[in-house]
């Protein structure tokens, strides 16, 4: 069991992001079991979902004459233009069938609002907007997280990188992540999470 002031935050595991979906992340289903067999050495486990409106400023199709995966800039900075994806109630924003959601003590709902994407678990990607995980978990008193899911280079390297500049103790376990490494991604997303003082281990 890890110590009481430790909580899993599981990342997306959603089925849009899994084999089959609209942005699906390679290999993405595996990070299934592993997850799941971490769940019961956690006192406190925290889901977060994509749950983005048909409209996303996100979305390529939004953008006539754009394509998946070109960038743009938004109020708030650089944003990659994504295929439709986590289209809030769709199948594919749905949790992969096999995650034990029943573990889960919060789940928290991220990219609701049409004009900011959300890839953290903490903050809209404007760097300002709060999602209320932090709140929630200093209200039960942890100050350490262990984080795990998809996709490595985006929503769980966002995901660590604001957790530790917010204080947290950080570890990312990255067998039990899978990554989307656009240009290099994963490697840049490496090297912040660590810069950031987050602890990158294998299992």
């Known amino acids: 069991m890890r110590p009481a002031n430790e909580a899993l935050i599981v990342i997306d595991v959603q089925n849009d992001f899994c084999p089959g979906g609209a942005l699906a992340v390679t290999d993405g289903d595996q990070v299934v079991a592993p997850i799941n067999r971490m769940m019961g050495d956690f006192q406190a486990v925290i889901l977060t979902q994509d749950w983005h409106p048909a409209d996303h400023a996100s979305f390529a199709d939004n953008h006539p004459g754009r394509a998946p995966f070109e960038m743009i800039e938004l109020a708030y900075g650089p944003q990659v233009l994504w295929p439709a994806h986590c289209i809030q109630g769709s199948p594919g924003a749905a949790f992969h069938a096999d995650l034990h959601t029943d573990r889960a003590d919060l789940i928290i709902r991220k990219g609701f609002r049409a004009q900011i994407d959300s890839y953290s678990a903490f903050f809209e990607n404007d760097q300002r907007t709060v999602t209320g995980l932090d709140g929630y978990l200093r209200s039960r008193g942890f100050d350490?997280?262990?984080?795990?899911?998809?996709?490595?280079?985006?929503?769980?390297?966002?995901?660590?990188?604001?957790?530790?500049?917010?204080?947290?103790?950080?570890r990312v376990v990255e067998s039990a992540c899978r990554a989307i490494d656009l240009d290099g991604s994963l490697a840049a997303a490496r090297k912040a999470m660590t810069d950031a003082g987050v602890e990158l281990l294998d299992q």
């Open 144 to 170: 350490s997280l262990t984080m795990v899911g998809l996709a490595t280079d985006f929503c769980v390297a966002y995901s660590a990188q604001d957790a530790a500049r917010l204080g947290y103790k950080v």
